[in-house]
């Protein structure tokens, strides 16, 4: 395939269980060195369109190619060609850290020095000098996640599925996991990613946004953050936030309004307008009351989205 031509494409791809739609008419392309990173939560979609990719669900519509091999009549040579690291730790635990990348690197096809030269290099980057030995289920949680990318990883393949891969593990390991990620990417491999969580979707070059099957949006975090108009997205801290929240809710020209741990987020149809908020939480008896236009999270950007779109069906 043409090295500027997209590695993964997917025309209105859908799968359904009876009457269910699990994935609903989703269209998207990934270009090759990038990461792309699919955010929802669960229930959303995200596994069931990365196991379409992959070669391992048929599609019940649609259409979608995986370095030019179509997911529907070439799964064979689709799963020869990716690396897959699947939502539910798929190393075996019995076996120690040695054993598990001699078992995968045999059903890659490597054998004898092939085999010894990817070892060192997922012992390398997995942090596993001296562990070697260690069973795989007395790894931490952190070991565990890197060893089993190393292990997608052994045959070297272009476009890398990760599906939730981080899930269970702590702050720390998910940054190193994610600095494995980059490294990746700049050897020009592929990142395809499922996650929830919305710090690891703003480390990818584009964010997928899916709720309840659909494909509600696809961009740059920049470009996603357009949705609302410039300088209208407010922070408010105050004392007793959950309490200030109705209130807040009440004001007119805010449109949203939630909690983000011990603060708010409103959304103003005018930045003028957090004059007047503040006005309805002090004369309620709030102080202090700090406002700060912000630019919108990703999260805020998702709830808007999801919003609208329950809005919609709800017409």
Known sequence: MNASSPVVTARDLTCAFGAFKAVDRVSFDVQPGEILGFLGSNGAGKTTTIRMLCGLLAPTAGKATVLGYDIATQGLEIKKRIGYMSQRF??????????????????????GEAI????????GISGLAERRSTVVRDLPGGFRQR?????????????IFLDEPTGG????????????IDDLVAENRTVFVTTHYMD???????????????????????????VFPKDTVLEIRCPEAPKALALVQGVEGVTEAALFGDRLHAVLTAPALRTAVKSRLEAEGFDP????????????????????????RAK
């Open 200 to 226: 690891e979707a703003e480390r990818c070059h584009r964010i997928a946004l899916m709720h309840a099957g659909r494909l509600l949006a696809l961009d740059t975090l920049s470009n996603l953050q357009k």
């Open 116 to 123: 010894e030269d990817r070892r060192k290099w997922a012992i």
């Open 289 to 312: 009351v700090t406002l700060e236009i912000i630019p919108p999270s990703l999260e805020d950007i998702f709830i808007h989205i999801i919003a609208a779109d329950e809005a919609g």
């Open 169 to 180: 593990v702590d702050p720390a390991a998910r940054r190193q996991f994610w600095d494995l």
């Open 147 to 159: 060893l089993a990318l190393s292990c997608a990883l052994l045959h070297q393949p272009q476009v």
């Open 90 to 111: 798929s190393l075996y635990t019995d076996l120690t850290v040695d054993e598990n990348i001699s078992f995968w690197g045999g059903a890659y096809g490597l054998f």
